[in-house]
C-alpha cells in the first residue's frame, strides 16, 4: 500500500516535469568553446555550426541567398530533375511538407539541383510546374558545382557526386536538413522515408514552437 | 445399364477433375507471375509509379488510366524495355518525361512486371506470359 503511493507519487513528479520543460531538438555539427568575458567575468560560449553565406538562381531566375532565409526555419535537399532514382520519392515526400506548411511565412523549402548543366532556371520552373509548386516558399536552385557540392559536404553533411557509372549520372543521398532560424542544422530526416518525413514534420512545429 | 450409369458417372468425375486441375494450373501460373511481378515492381518501378500506381504530380504518369493500359497492352513490353522518350497522354494529361530503359532485364521478368500493372491499380487483364512478352519484345520501334 505504501509502495503504491510512493510509485504514484513519483510518477506524478515525473509528469509534472517533463510538462515543464518544453521538447527541445538537438543541434548537430561541429562545435566548439569560446571564452569570453562578460561584465569582467570570463565565460565560456559555445559556438555552433551555421550555415555560410550562398547566393544562387531559382526557378524565376531570381538571385535566392542566405538572406532570403533570415527569420525562418527550413528543410533542404540536393536533387535533379532527370534523376530516375530516390529523387521522385524524396520530392512526393516533400510535397507532404510543402503542403502542410504551405502559405507559413516562417518556412521555407531549398532544394539544390547538382545537375549544375542540364538543369537551367527554366528546367526548374517547368519541374516545379509539374509537381504542383507555385510561388517561392519553395525554392529550386541552380548553382556552380563547386559552390554547391562544398555546401552540401561541408555545410549541410550530404554527399553528392558525379558518376558515370550511376542512374543519370549523379550519387547523391536523399537526406532532409532542417535549419533553425539561426542557422544551425537541427535534423536529418532519410527523404526517401515516409516515416521519417513524417517524424521531420513533427520536428518542425517542435522547432517553432522554439521561437514562440 | 447399371454398369453405363456407373462408368458415365465416373467419367464425368475425370473430366471435371481435369477441367479444374487445368484451371488451377492457370490460375498458379497467374499467381507467380503477380508475385514476381510485385516484387520487381518494388525494386524497379515503385519509386517514380509509387506503390499505388498513382505516379507523382504531373512528372510522372499513373498506371491508373485502365484505357491507357488495355490500348497500348502489346506496347508495355517495349516500354520497360527499352524507356521512353516520346510526350503521352495519360489519364487526360500530358507527359513529357523521360522513362529510363532496363536493357538488362529478362523477358520473363518484363512478362511478371506487365501481369502485375495490368492487374492492379483497378486494372484487370489476366495473364501476360514469357511468350506474350517474347513476341511482343520482337516488333519494338528501338
Same mark, same amino acid.
Given at each position: 500500500?505504501?509502495?503504491?503511493?510512493?510509485?504514484?507519487?513519483?510518477?506524478?513528479?515525473?509528469?509534472?516535469? $517533463?510538462?515543464?520543460?518544453?521538447?527541445?531538438?538537438?543541434?548537430?555539427?561541429?562545435?566548439?568553446?569560446?571564452?569570453?568575458?562578460?561584465?569582467?567575468?570570463?565565460?565560456?560560449?559555445?559556438?555552433?555550426?551555421?550555415?555560410?553565406?550562398?547566393?544562387?538562381?531559382?526557378?524565376?531566375?531570381?538571385?535566392?541567398?542566405?538572406?532570403?532565409? =533570415?527569420?525562418?526555419?527550413?528543410?533542404?535537399?540536393?536533387?535533379?530533375?532527370?534523376?530516375?532514382?530516390?529523387?521522385?520519392?524524396?520530392?512526393?515526400?516533400?510535397?507532404?511538407?510543402?503542403?502542410?506548411?504551405?502559405?507559413?511565412?516562417?518556412?521555407?523549402?531549398?532544394?539544390?539541383?547538382?545537375?549544375?548543366?542540364?538543369?537551367?532556371?527554366?528546367?526548374?520552373?517547368? %519541374?516545379?510546374?509539374?509537381?504542383?509548386?507555385?510561388?517561392?516558399?519553395?525554392?529550386?536552385?541552380?548553382?556552380?558545382?563547386?559552390?554547391?557540392?562544398?555546401?552540401?559536404?561541408? $555545410?549541410?553533411?550530404?554527399?553528392?557526386?558525379?558518376?558515370?557509372?550511376?542512374?543519370?549520372?549523379?550519387?547523391?543521398?536523399?537526406?532532409?536538413?532542417?535549419?533553425?532560424?539561426?542557422?544551425?542544422?537541427?535534423?536529418?530526416?532519410?527523404?526517401?522515408?515516409?516515416?521519417?518525413?513524417?517524424?521531420?514534420?513533427?520536428?518542425?512545429?517542435?522547432?517553432?514552437?522554439?521561437?514562440? | 445399364?447399371?454398369?453405363?450409369?456407373?462408368?458415365?458417372?465416373?467419367?464425368?468425375?475425370?473430366?471435371?477433375?481435369?477441367?479444374?486441375?487445368?484451371?488451377?494450373?492457370?490460375?498458379?501460373?497467374?499467381?507467380?507471375?503477380?508475385?514476381?511481378? @510485385?516484387?520487381?515492381?518494388?525494386?524497379?518501378?515503385?519509386?517514380?509509379?509509387?506503390?499505388?500506381?498513382?505516379?507523382?504530380?504531373?512528372?510522372?504518369?499513373?498506371?491508373?488510366?485502365?484505357? %491507357?493500359?488495355?490500348?497500348?497492352? =502489346?506496347?508495355?513490353?517495349?516500354?520497360?524495355?527499352?524507356?521512353?522518350?516520346?510526350?503521352?497522354?495519360?489519364?487526360?494529361?500530358?507527359?513529357?518525361?523521360?522513362?529510363?530503359? =532496363?536493357?538488362?532485364?529478362?523477358?520473363?521478368?518484363?512478362?511478371?512486371?506487365?501481369?502485375?500493372?495490368?492487374?492492379?491499380?483497378?486494372? @484487370?487483364?489476366?495473364?501476360?506470359?514469357? $511468350? =506474350?512478352?517474347?513476341?511482343?519484345?520482337?516488333?519494338?520501334?528501338?
Amino acid at each position: 500500500m505504501r509502495l503504491n503511493f510512493i510509485i504514484a507519487a513519483s510518477l506524478l513528479a515525473l509528469a509534472a516535469c $517533463s510538462g515543464e520543460n518544453k521538447q527541445k531538438l538537438p543541434i548537430l555539427g561541429q562545435r566548439e568553446p569560446v571564452e569570453k568575458t562578460v561584465n569582467g567575468e570570463t565565460v565560456v560560449d559555445t559556438i555552433y555550426q551555421t550555415v555560410p553565406a550562398f547566393s544562387f538562381i531559382n526557378q524565376d531566375s531570381a538571385v535566392v541567398s542566405d538572406k532570403d532565409f =533570415n527569420g525562418k526555419i527550413y528543410v533542404t535537399d540536393f536533387f535533379f530533375t532527370s534523376c530516375p532514382s530516390i529523387c521522385p520519392v524524396m520530392h512526393r515526400n516533400m510535397l507532404k511538407v510543402y503542403e502542410k506548411f504551405k502559405g507559413n511565412d516562417e518556412v521555407k523549402l531549398l532544394s539544390h539541383t547538382i545537375d549544375f548543366k542540364y538543369d537551367t532556371p527554366a528546367k526548374l520552373k517547368e %519541374y516545379a510546374t509539374k509537381l504542383g509548386v507555385s510561388g517561392n516558399q519553395w525554392e529550386f536552385v541552380r548553382g556552380t558545382k563547386d559552390s554547391v557540392y562544398t555546401l552540401a559536404e561541408k $555545410s549541410y553533411m550530404v554527399a553528392v557526386n558525379e558518376d558515370k557509372q550511376a542512374p543519370g549520372g549523379f550519387v547523391h543521398q536523399g537526406w532532409f536538413i532542417l535549419v533553425d532560424k539561426d542557422k544551425r542544422l537541427r535534423g536529418a530526416y532519410d527523404g526517401t522515408n515516409a516515416e521519417q518525413v513524417e517524424q521531420l514534420m513533427k520536428d518542425m512545429e517542435v522547432l517553432l514552437e522554439e521561437y514562440r | 445399364m447399371r454398369n453405363k450409369v456407373v462408368c458415365l458417372f465416373f467419367l464425368a468425375i475425370a473430366l471435371l477433375v481435369t477441367v479444374q486441375a487445368c484451371q488451377t494450373e492457370e490460375q498458379l501460373k497467374y499467381a507467380q507471375y503477380y508475385t514476381n511481378g @510485385k516484387a520487381l515492381y518494388d525494386q524497379h518501378c515503385q519509386n517514380c509509379h509509387n506503390s499505388d500506381g498513382k505516379g507523382l504530380a504531373n512528372l510522372v504518369p499513373p498506371l491508373t488510366d485502365t484505357t %491507357y493500359l488495355k490500348n497500348h497492352k =502489346n506496347e508495355l513490353a517495349c516500354i520497360i524495355k527499352h524507356g521512353l522518350k516520346d510526350t503521352i497522354m495519360v489519364d487526360g494529361r500530358q507527359f513529357s518525361g523521360e522513362m529510363p530503359a =532496363n536493357h538488362q532485364m529478362p523477358d520473363i521478368d518484363i512478362a511478371a512486371i506487365v501481369t502485375y500493372i495490368t492487374n492492379s491499380f483497378g486494372n @484487370k487483364q489476366g495473364l501476360y506470359d514469357v $511468350s =506474350n512478352a517474347g513476341s511482343d519484345l520482337k516488333g519494338c520501334e528501338h
